[in-house]
């Protein structure tokens, strides 16, 4: 498992080059309903990178992890989709409830696993 710096450079890295080429190529995500719809999951991608970086940033502060970086991440990806075309902000409003969904539900079982892992120990 990466640390919190590591992770948090690599989110950032990675949501510049998603970003950088989501700019580059929204003429072509815009141009059918299957590209749109892509344009949307890509977005929620920016969503998820961005949550990542934000709850790395907070745990490096020592500050919680609450709803607020959820808002934020959310707020930009639909900004960045909203480039793109509308029907992109739905879609990556979809993609990245969906995307939470799974990512808190993964998170609930990696930390039931280390908390049992820390009892027998």
């Not at 580059?24 to 961005?50: D, H, N, P, Q």
């Not at 990512?103 to 049992?116: I, P, R, T, Y």
Request: charged share 10%.
């Amino acid at each position: 498992m990466a640390g919190s710096g590591s992770s948090m450079l690599t989110s950032f890295l990675l949501f510049t080059v998603i970003l950088s080429l989501q700019e580059m190529y929204r003429g072509k995500l815009a141009s059918s309903e299957l590209f749109t719809i892509l344009g949307g999951f890509i977005s929620s991608l920016l969503f998820l990178v961005l949550l990542t970086f934000i709850g790395n940033f907070q745990e490096s502060c020592g500050m919680r992890t609450g709803w607020g970086a959820v808002i934020v991440a959310e707020a930009v990806a639909l900004i960045a989709a909203s480039t793109v075309h509308r029907v992109c902000i739905t879609t990556c409003f979809l993609f990245s409830a969906g995307l939470l969904y799974e990512l808190n539900k993964f998170s609930s079982v990696a930390l039931s696993k280390s908390e049992s892992r820390a009892k027998r120990h």
